[in-house]
């Protein structure tokens, strides 16, 4: 008896790792002959293999970043089959989340899928149920074994064994084991000697330069070349505290003692530290005088150092960042932009650092400044960007920990610098509190962050928006309305530009035009 609707059915594969795909015979052909073996038994039900392979080999279930699934969930949507078959659930995903997705588009498209070793029906409850909790398992031992791979990492460097990463220059690696590169070690203790004595990384750039010590040539496995270039700020930076140098192997902000050799001293080791302290705490009190939070941390376009300079017209007074060479009197040296407004390049430095980073805000009530200027190792200002780079969150210190971050940003004309908010009122020519500017500064912060929450999703509503940080539905709705403000007026408050009487109260509910903004605010 024939059966009386054929059903098209897709097999899915795949393995975590490519390693053995290149056998005649591996673990994708194992699972898809598995598969068509269970699509055979059920030939009486009308059961038939499409002729197109779904196989994804080196690809984790933890992302649904594959080729092959994104091509049959893109089948799924065009309706060209019934069944998916998978040797284990685990195959098709290892996430709750991403399986819940699946099921969603498996039922709104009427596919099911089968587990040749575990046969359900995602049609009913049960079955869904059922899945569930073999995917919360799956998920587990992933989990687990996650932990097991850290907790081994750890155990094996606290015994002192080189468990991979990038090798440090003055090393390289033979039989899984660090061994002293004799050429790079010399360039090593001439650095750390150099260093002690110049007390300044700029001033042993310069002279590493002048010497022609380069960095370590490196083969990626695409075949390019890269390296062999001048060292820059931060990987020396980071080669003055490694304390691989001394023979140890650092883990977690610790280090032990390793199989490898030294190649520095104890003395040089910690002559060196001693300086590097002393310069981080003179670029911190400098910076807590000033108040100029990129202080010692920003350059131009050509690696000067950028300093804080103030300049003051009538009762206002005005911050920037200027090329240090242009006080020489050598402007030819300075990058092409060597002078900027320091609050306008602040909030564009703060901002960008809060959007890439695990917090997308900071709390109103800690030092905001402090937080973000301890994520940043340094600032270049290049034409239309701002080049950022950060320190890794709790990064393995035998390991580069530095990320690149490259914000959209372009100098304020000097008309737009130039430029005062005024107000027909008595306090028109007398600048808004710092204290007022402040918390309006703040409620503006929050409008957007909380109006980016709700457009993304993040949040469920205005009334969650309202539990969560215990204040009214009203007052939420009030913060809200200053995410429309006109951009020049929030740059007028940045720079402390306001008339006096203009607030917080002033602000809330302003009309969507931003030319009626500035006519119900009576500015010019």
Request: glycine share 8%.
């Amino acid at each position: 008896m024939k059966p009386s609707k054929t059903v098209c059915c897709a097999i899915y594969t795949r393995v975590s790792t490519d390693q053995g795909l290149e056998q005649e015979f591996n673990s994708l052909d194992a699972q898809r002959e598995a598969s068509e073996a269970y699509i055979k038994s059920q030939a009486h039900e009308g059961w038939t293999c499409l002729k197109d392979q779904y196989d994804d080999g080196g690809f984790s279930g933890g992302s649904m970043d594959r080729p092959a699934l994104l091509r049959l969930l893109e089948d799924v949507r065009q309706k060209k089959l019934d069944v998916i078959v998978v040797y284990k659930v685990d195959r098709l995903t290892r996430s709750l989340a991403d399986f819940a997705k699946l099921v969603e588009l498996f039922d709104a498209n009427d596919v099911s899928f089968v587990s040749v070793t575990q046969s359900f029906n995602t049609t009913s409850s049960m079955g869904r149920l059922t899945l569930n909790v073999l995917l919360s398992f799956a998920q587990f031992e992933r989990e687990v074994t996650g932990e097991r791979i850290r907790d081994k990492i750890a155990a094996s460097k606290k015994k002192g064994l080189w468990m991979g990463g990038v090798v440090p220059y003055g090393y390289r690696v033979e039989r899984r084991k660090l061994i002293v590169d004799e050429a790079e070690a010399k360039d090593v203790r001439l650095i750390f000697q150099m260093y002690s004595e110049l007390k300044s990384i700029p001033a042993l750039i310069r002279e590493l330069d002048e010497q022609g010590v380069r960095s370590r040539i490196r083969k990626l496995v695409s075949g390019k070349e890269i390296g062999g270039i001048p060292f820059t700020t931060g990987p020396l930076s980071h080669m003055l505290g490694n304390r691989v140098y001394l023979g140890e192997i650092n883990h977690r902000g610790k280090s032990y003692p390793g199989e490898h050799e030294p190649i520095l001293s104890q003395a040089l080791f910690d002559a060196v530290q001693a300086v590097r302290a002393e310069s981080d705490t003179i670029k911190r009190n400098g910076y807590e005088r000033s108040g100029a939070m990129l202080t010692g941390l920003i350059y131009d376009a050509k690696g000067n150092r950028m300093t804080p300079v103030y300049a003051k017209k009538g009762t206002l007074h005005y911050r920037y960042y200027q090329s240090a060479v242009l006080a020489q009197g050598l402007k030819s040296k300075a990058g092409s932009i060597c002078r900027v407004p320091a609050a306008e390049i602040e909030r564009a430095v703060a901002q960008g650092v809060l959007d890439h980073g695990a917090d997308t805000h900071i709390d109103d009530g800690t030092d905001a400044m402090t937080q973000v200027r301890e994520r940043i190792r340094r600032i270049e200002v290049m034409p239309g960007v701002l080049k950022v780079t950060t320190s890794a969150a709790q990064a393995d210190q035998s390991e580069a920990s530095d990320n690149i971050l490259t914000i959209p940003w372009s100098k304020p004309s000097n008309a737009r610098k130039r430029e005062i908010l005024g107000s027909s009122s008595d306090d028109a020519s007398r600048p808004i509190r710092s204290e007022a500017r402040s918390r309006l500064l703040k409620a503006v912060a929050r409008g957007h962050r909380w109006l980016s929450q709700l457009m993304e999703g993040q949040v469920e509503g205005i009334k969650s928006l309202a539990n969560t940080h215990k204040i009214s539905e009203k007052s939420i709705r009030s913060t809200l309305t200053l995410a429309s403000l006109a951009p020049d007026i929030v740059e007028a408050a940045i720079a402390g530009r306001l008339p006096r009487n203009i607030g917080i109260s002033q602000m809330i509910d302003p009309p969507l035009d931003w030319s009626q903004q500035k006519q119900q605010l009576n500015l010019s």
